[in-house]
């Protein structure tokens, strides 16, 4: 199922990098209504997209990479999610497991796996659980046996692994403790199931991973427990990626209700009343509600630039928890506005354009669909608690990779 990798390009600065997710969103725009309605892999478009140079942007220089800042990142998963939201959350894990590895790697593994990275490899994710107490309360183990180490357990949500390259596995090993295990997509006892029914982001294709006695090679074990044991970024930078991914939905929002008001919205109050507008585009009330939108599309667009100056600032590795926790509450604050501005936009847009929207032929709700789906990724209420309990209280948020 998955298409052959292609030697990337290496990409060397921010401009050439938002350019080519531009360029890429553009190649797959004509067919983002098709994909969601599918809900099948979109296996062409993930490997055009593998073989832009884009996976290996946050690579650092010493092992080839240009070690672009999180604003380009941001910029680039914001750009592609503006076309088509559920492509550009496929590689989220795949940023985040770079910087696992640039922090917690060590020698071999980074050249290993940066190698395959920067040659267009993907790293798909297999970390989430269903029944457990908590994020970590983890039934996947990692076990010793005569014949080497092997991965038992089985994943949910697992975004972009049915076409990944490689798999980065949470799991207990022998002594209880938390290791991430990055095994071949296609390795012997590797299952992933495309059997992600939901009503958006859809293309993600976030099915279920089933690995039994999966060979894994000592030398691709991280020990992931240690990153959440001292300030870190990890969290913040993964959640960046979403908060891009939403503020992208809600720009592409915006941006099609403005297209369907213009050139195809009937004035569907045209015999309601005299005196009312001609054109849906001329209508006082149209214009405000489309101005209002607009305005809170740009404030969310601000505030992900501003939590990635902050990110940009303090870089992968915090000098202490004060500033691990400033990168964490500025992507939050930021993750959490565009959340409630993408709903926003993609719900009032039928309001916009009245009840021609709803004809399937534009498939308008995906924005809707997208939205609300991409927004249950984690509560933003918690965002919201933990940035009001640190500016009242001064009270750090938790160390973890949810915020």
């Given at each position: 199922m998955t298409a052959p990798t292609l030697p990337a390009t290496v990409i060397r600065s921010g401009p050439e990098a938002v350019a080519t997710a531009r360029?890429?969103?553009?190649?797959?725009?004509?067919?983002v209504i098709s994909r969601d309605r599918a809900g099948a892999v979109p296996a062409a478009e993930l490997a055009a997209f593998d073989g832009t140079g884009l996976l290996g942007i946050t690579?650092?220089?010493e092992h080839g990479g240009p070690d672009l800042p999180a604003s380009v990142l941001a910029e680039v998963i914001r750009a592609i999610a503006a076309?088509?939201?559920?492509?550009?959350?496929?590689?989220?894990?795949?940023?985040?497991?770079?910087?696992?590895?640039?922090?917690?790697?060590?020698?071999?593994?980074?050249?290993?796996?940066?190698?395959?990275?920067?040659?267009?490899?993907?790293?798909?994710?297999?970390?989430?659980?269903?029944?457990g107490k908590h994020a970590q309360d983890l039934k996947t183990r990692l076990i010793t046996t005569d014949g080497g180490l092997r991965l038992e357990g089985r994943k949910y949500y697992c975004t972009g692994a049915i076409t990944a390259r490689w798999i980065g596995v949470s799991a207990l090993d022998d002594g209880g403790h938390l290791v991430l295990a990055f095994v071949e997509r296609h390795a012997p006892g590797v299952t992933?199931?495309?059997?992600?029914?939901?009503?958006?982001?859809?293309?993600t294709v976030s099915g279920t991973a089933t690995f039994d006695r999966v060979p894994v090679d000592p030398d691709l074990v991280v020990p992931y427990e240690r990153a959440f044991a001292v300030p870190q970024q990890l969290g913040a930078r993964a959640q960046l990626v979403h908060a891009a991914i939403q503020t992208g939905i809600a720009a592409g929002a915006l941006r099609d209700a403005g297209e369907f008001v213009r050139t195809r919205a009937r004035p569907f109050f045209e015999a309601a009343r005299a005196?009312?507008?001609?054109?849906?585009?001329?209508?006082?009330?149209?214009?405000?509600?489309?101005?209002?939108?607009?305005?809170?599309?740009?404030?969310?667009?601000a505030l992900l630039r501003s939590a990635t100056d902050t990110l940009d600032e303090i870089?992968?590795?915090?000098?202490?928890?004060?500033?691990?926790?400033?990168?964490s509450l500025a992507v939050a604050e930021a993750k959490a506005f565009a959340s409630e501005v993408a709903v926003e936009v993609a719900s009032d847009l039928f309001a916009l354009s009245g009840a021609s929207a709803a004809d399937q032929r534009y498939d308008l709700s995906r924005h809707w669909r997208n939205a609300r789906t991409h927004a249950s990724h984690?509560?933003?209420?918690?965002?919201?608690?933990?940035?009001?309990?640190?500016?009242?209280?001064?009270?750090?948020?938790?160390n973890h990779g949810q915020i």
């Open positions: 360029d890429y969103a553009q190649s797959i725009a004509d067919g690579v650092p220089a076309v088509d939201p559920a492509i550009a959350q496929v590689p989220q894990a795949h940023f985040l497991f770079v910087d696992v590895l640039t922090v917690w790697g060590n020698e071999r593994q980074q050249e290993r796996l940066f190698g395959s990275v920067l040659a267009g490899g993907r790293l798909g994710n297999g970390l989430a659980e269903r029944g992933v199931d495309d059997d992600w029914d939901v009503m958006g982001q859809r293309a005196g009312w507008a001609e054109r849906a585009g001329d209508d006082p009330h149209v214009l405000a509600r489309y101005g209002r939108l607009a305005a809170r599309v740009h404030a969310a667009e870089g992968r590795r915090p000098r202490n928890a004060q500033d691990a926790a400033r990168g984690d509560p933003v209420d918690w965002k919201y608690h933990h940035l009001g309990n640190y500016l009242l209280n001064e009270v750090l948020p938790p």
